[in-house]
Structures are given as C-alpha cells and as structure tokens.
C-alpha cells in the first residue's frame, strides 16, 4: 500500500515541549496538506505545499507551528512549547492537484499533559 | 465561521435502512463538494463526490442529492450494513485559481452512524 503515511501516531508529551511530525505524501502528489481534527469535530485546515512551497496558513496556525516540505516530498509539521490546547489528531493529505482528491494518511494523536 | 453545518449528529438505523445525512454551506465559490467516511483511528477516506453542474450522483449503494438554488447537498445510504457504521463527513472546497477556499476543504461537524444488525 501506497498511500499517505504518518509518523509518530501517537505521541504523549507535556505541556512546554516541542513535537515534530512527520508526513509522507503519496508520490508525485505536488500538494501536501495539513488539518488538525479536535474530538467530535471535522477537520480544520491548517497549511498546504505546491511542491516545497508553502502557499497558505490558516490563522490557527500561531506562530508556535512550523511546516516545512524541503525537498517538495516529505513534511515535517513542529509545534514548539506545547499547550493543552494543541491536544487533538493531526492529518496529512496529498493530491495530484488543487482539483484532484485528497487522500489522508492515518494521523497523529497528539496529548498535551 | 462555520462554512458548511452538517446534521444530523448522529444517526442510529436498523440494517437494510436508509441513513440520510444533510449538508448546507454558505460559500457561492464552492464547486466540489466530497463525502469522505472515517472509522475510529483512520483518517478520513473519500465515499463520493459531486459538482454542482448535477443534481445527483450515484455510486453503488451511496448516492448524492445536490440543490445549488438552496445551497444544500446530502448523502443517502441505500441498505445502510453494520460496516457503514462510522463517521461521515460532507466537504466543500473551490476548485477555481484565486478564490479563498482554493483546493483547501472545509468539512462539516461529522454524523455519527450506527447500523444495528
């Protein structure tokens, strides 16, 4: 199975750490997604890449949160001096393009104690 | 702003039923509008999807009602099988170059099913 793949899928941490994620895109998808899902909520759109640049943040995306895609194929998705708040899933989605389908990986679980 | 209001919450019937979720958005610019399903600990996963230039959109047991007057979009579930059970998204996005919802989707709250055998 090719899909999208997420690392870690869990991670337990406390508050004032800093967590890093990461997301590998199906291959050849040029845009890579993030969302952030809280419980019984769907997801909430937080950046996006066309290839390694970023082209939009959500304004829930403070300045504690760092996206990166150096090289247009993998993302890493940072949070520094965690906060209960930031507990919730984090999703990656990859498509070909803006017009094509998103497909999701499996998430991560982030817990802030 | 909550761009697309999803209902009901949750959604209990027996098998062989018929389980209708219901979605409306208030963004003009939107012109995609998919259904994905999600199971607990999986990410989401595209059911179907529509443009609005149908009113309707059939794939196997899952069929999509579209009303662009009303603005409104909903999901049927034919001989709803205990697998259905899981949660469901409706989704709209802007597939037009510019506009502010470009390729990035806005879900709605999610619908709860549970298909009791």
């Known amino acids: 199975d090719t899909g999208v793949s997420q690392d870690p899928r869990h991670k337990i941490t406390k508050r004032g750490q800093n967590v890093t994620f990461r997301c590998d895109p199906i291959s050849e998808h040029n845009r890579l997604y993030w969302y952030r899902q809280t419980l019984g909520q769907g997801p909430e759109f937080l950046t996006y890449f066309q290839n390694e640049a970023q082209l939009e943040k959500s304004r829930l995306l403070s300045d504690r949160f760092s996206a990166e895609r150096p090289k247009g194929s993998f993302s890493t998705l940072e949070i520094q001096r965690t906060e209960q708040g930031d507990s919730a899933m984090y999703l990656c989605a990859s498509s070909f393009g803006p017009q094509d389908t998103q497909y999701f990986g499996p998430g991560t679980r982030l817990t802030v104690l | 702003q909550q761009q697309v209001k999803q209902s009901p919450q949750s959604l209990i019937v027996q098998k062989g039923g018929i389980s209708i979720i219901n979605c409306a958005y208030e963004?003009?610019?939107?012109?995609?509008f998919p259904w994905y399903q999600q199971f607990p600990g999986k990410g989401p996963a595209l059911l179907i999807a529509i443009r609005p230039d149908v009113s309707e959109k059939k794939e196997g047991r899952f069929t999509i009602s579209f009303n662009k007057s009303a603005k409104q979009f909903s999901l049927h579930i034919m001989d709803s099988q205990p697998g259905d059970s899981a949660t469901y998204f409706c989704?709209?996005?802007?597939?037009?170059?510019?506009?502010?919802?470009?390729?990035?989707?806005?879900f709605g709250q999610g619908t709860i099913l549970t298909v009791h055998p």
């Open positions: 963004n003009t610019a939107f012109d995609y």
């Open positions: 989704a709209a996005t802007s597939t037009n170059a510019g506009g502010t919802s470009y390729g990035k989707l806005t």
